[in-house]
């Protein structure tokens, strides 16, 4: 199952116009007032790979099968939806099933286009989101402490760890500090993830800016982009109008020289994609015959076992070995017999981690 990225973020600052680009499968609508997407649009996109291009033009494969994110577009938020106002709590169950988040503010100015939080501010926008998502994490924190409370001063041991770690995680958000800054142990680190936490997930900023910033970005995405740079997270910069106008072209020489036009090498959404991959911490491995070549998506450091899984449960179950060529190689080589033949292709056992781009052929027996 693909992971999933949600796109987050205050009324009317291009969240849907964004998910009508991005999705290759769903289109959400895009209208000027509040709450247009109410129930969450689900869209898969493909992540673009030139690899995949490369190795299917040498394996001539009856399909080309890339892998994908699974993108949802989520309701707007309001100030004050930890308590329930606007849509809040529909939209905050909705970030809870996600696996990163894609927050798009509002970079531009349009008196045409509503907006309830008075002048442009994409500093205030983007405190109103996160002020929310922790509140609603302390929330979640006292109640779980509460029902806690009794049986760890009664001696439970088995609940102490998960106790103090909650409560170490409830002080660091009571300074307006998300959880995934928390200074935490893998231990603390594995049962901080089993609840799900709002402000644990990691986040992609988009900067949604006018047709004319597009290339350099303007003074709203200056002010974002250094306010982001103190914590460590992504950004990109991007006029989602032009993004959606480029996905309508089903035409690719028409779509090049739609993009000729406003002096682009490749489309923004491109590298909206490879940077969700990324911050899910995501890798790519490939399997290649006649019949298809493939991208399968695995987590950064899966041993081969791990990554055989992906493919079918019986190839981790009876895992015995795997094949493996590096893409270089292969792409040097111009084949599997050619790559065999001169040494490059590999014989790797369970201990095996898999690198990004390798060729892989797993033999299992169940």
Known sequence: ???????????????STLFNAVSNSAKAQASNYRFCTIDPNVGLVNVPDERLDK????????????????????????????????????????????????????????????RDEGPIDPISDKEIIETELQLKDLETIDKKVSKMEKLVKSGDTKLKPEYDVLLKAKEHLSHGKNILSLAANKEEQALLKENFFLTNKPILYVANVDEASMHSGNKFSKLLEDAVKKEGAGIIVMSNNIEAQIAEFEDPEERAVFMEEYKMTEPALDRL?????????????????PMEVRAWTISKGWKAPQAAGVIHSDFEKGFIKAEVISYDDFIR?????????????????????VQDGDIMHFRFNV
């Open 333 to 353: 080589y111009g084949s599997e017999t050619a790559c065999r033949e001169n040494g490059k292709l590999r014989i790797e056992g369970k201990d095996y981690t």
């Open 55 to 114: 190795l299917a033009a040498l394996v001539n494969p009856e399909r080309i099968v890339p892998t994908q994110i699974e993108i949802v577009d989520i309701a707007g938020l309001v100030k004050g939806a930890s308590k329930g106002e606007g849509l809040g709590n529909k939209f905050l169950a909705n970030i809870r099933e996600v696996d990163a988040i894609i927050h798009v503010i509002r970079c531009f100015e349009d008196a045409n286009i509503l």
């Open 273 to 289: 994609i490879h940077s969700a991959y990324n911050l899910l911490n995501l890798s790519t491995y490939f399997t290649a015959g």
């Open 1 to 15: 199952m693909p992971l999933k990225a949600g796109i987050v973020g205050l009324p009317n600052v291009g969240k």
